[in-house]
């Protein structure tokens, strides 16, 4: 099955955007003629057909009759030793994926990726982790000001190589955990097997150290609502192809049924961590994101990435064709399938890859 977002939506999306009194036209003509998702199975921002069911917190502990506690992971979902394991501090990790980056190191044991285009069709990885730990991971890179509204809900602190000018102004404005290797240089080191900008590495220890020397020692958030593994007896999406930009970011997975996870390639190639291997997530999102150009330091990608809009979450070897929704910078992003029914993830990792709206996602 194959499904590609209209490029006439795309362009006029793009259109308003930059046209900020076409939006109130817009408006006023679609009521008129009543232009609305019949044609297209969803509109600009993709809507319920009904109204939205509320979504359960994500939970951390559960308790037996006999008083045991058992406690799980906030941001994967995974079952974790104590209490203490659930409050650890996240922290989020911005990894590059040019071709010079690969292949990475510490991906894999990434909780949560937000895969999106950073500048030039190049794919750049937000990782977040919190139980997880790594010997090496990197290379890190800089930030762009949509990686922070997608971190800002876990309470994370964020590791990287400076950014954008409008990243940078707003990550350094003191609402965030900053950890920023321009200013804290020890807590990096600079690979000498890989060459600047591609060859800056930090790790776990190092990462806990410098959070703890800024006073970052926990995080409150709500993560994403958890279920248990619950693979289908009719697998209706084992093959799924995602196209980002171009075939060097491009990526396809091979669904596991064993393992009831996601085997990833890229450029068609099999997507390894160099030091732990095949990258193989239990959750596969992709969320369609009005994008457009905009100035900062230089031409940058712009994104929206507040309100809502079309999803396909791939999980237990289906698909649910649904919609994203983010109500503000500090909520979560929270995923409904077509009829506004809140979706629950599988415990383990969850890769989220953000396309533009005429970018094709495909399955069979």
Known sequence: MRLKKPNLWYKLNQFVSSHPKASAVLSCCMVILGIGA????????????T???????????????????????????????????????????????????????????????????????ITRFLTLRQEDRSGLIGPVRSLRPYYIDWLAPFDASVAHVGG????????????????????????????TDRYAPHNVYTNSDKLDALNASKGFTSSTFNGFVRKQDSPSATPNATQISVTVS???????????????SYIR???????????????????????????????EDGYREQMSTLGHNQAYIFQDGIVTDGFWRKDSKKDQIKFYDK??????????????????????????
Request: hydrophobic share 35%.
């Open 38 to 49: 019949a044609g297209a199975g969803y509109s600009l921002q993709a809507q319920p057909t």
């Open 51 to 121: 109204q939205i069911q509320p979504q359960a917190k994500a939970q951390t502990v559960q308790t037996a009759q006999d008083g045991t506690k058992t406690f799980y992971s906030p941001l994967t979902g995974k079952q974790v030793p104590d209490e203490a394991t659930t409050k650890r501090q996240v922290t989020a990790i911005m990894l590059e994926n040019s071709p010079d980056s690969r292949p990475q190191s510490g991906l894999k044991a990434s909780g949560v990726v937000f895969e999106a285009i950073a500048e030039g069709g």
């Open 164 to 191: 954008s000018a409008n990243a940078l102004g707003e990550i350094r404005n003191g609402s965030y955990k900053d950890i920023d290797q321009f200013f804290a240089g020890s807590f990096y080191w600079r690979a």
């Open 246 to 260: 171009g075939p060097t970011y491009n990526s396809a997975y091979s669904y596991d049924a064993p393992s009831n």
């Open 265 to 295: 390639s890229q450029a068609g190639k099999p997507h390894t961590d160099r030091e732990t291997g095949q990258i193989a997530p239990k959750t596969v999102i992709v969320m369609r994101v009005p994008v457009q150009i905009g100035y």
């Open 339 to 364: 009829a506004g029914v809140a979706v629950a993830l599988n415990p383990g990792q969850t890769w989220i890859t953000i396309v533009a709206p005429d970018k094709a996602v495909s399955w069979r």
